[in-house]
Nanobody
Framework: QVQLVESGGGLVQAGVSLRLSCAAS????????TGWFRQAPGKEREVVAAISRSGGRSYSADSVKGRFTISRDDAKNTAYLQMNSLKPEDTAVYYC?????????????????????WGQGTQVTVSS
């Protein structure tokens, strides 16, 4: 129903910023809650941030609070993850995900099990 493509990753030094983009195609993007997840080598996939369908509520993991910001622009069918003050421990493949849920426009979904649509991932590598 929707296809997601991430972009914006790269190799950067600690302390700098990156903005990841998630371009959606297919079904109207405004009907989806979205999230960003990451997976480092040898580790489980973990939630980084999530945003409600309305865009009015968001969640961020403790490890990135104050540094990462999730946002969405439904007119452009795009979700973003602004990453500031990057640390080596942020190194991972970052995935965008989307889901349709019947819980209302303010619902924030943080469980990867509830996400049906995933992008291919974009690599973020932070050197010290």
């Amino acid at each position: 129903q929707v296809q997601l493509v991430e972009s914006g990753g790269g190799l950067v030094q600690a302390g700098v910023s990156l903005r990841l983009s998630c371009a959606a195609s297919g079904r109207t993007f405004s009907t989806y809650a979205t999230g960003w997840f990451r997976q480092a080598p040898g580790k489980e996939r973990e939630v980084v941030a999530a945003i409600s369908r309305s865009g009015g509520r968001s969640y961020s993991a403790d490890s990135v609070k104050g540094r990462f910001t999730i946002s969405r622009d439904d007119a452009k069918n795009t979700a973003y993850l602004q990453m500031n003050s990057l640390k080596p421990e942020d190194t991972a493949v970052y995935y965008c995900a989307a889901t349709t849920l019947p819980y209302g426009s303010e619902w924030i979904e943080t469980s990867p099990l509830r996400y049906a649509y995933w992008g291919q991932g974009t690599q973020v590598t932070v050197s010290s």
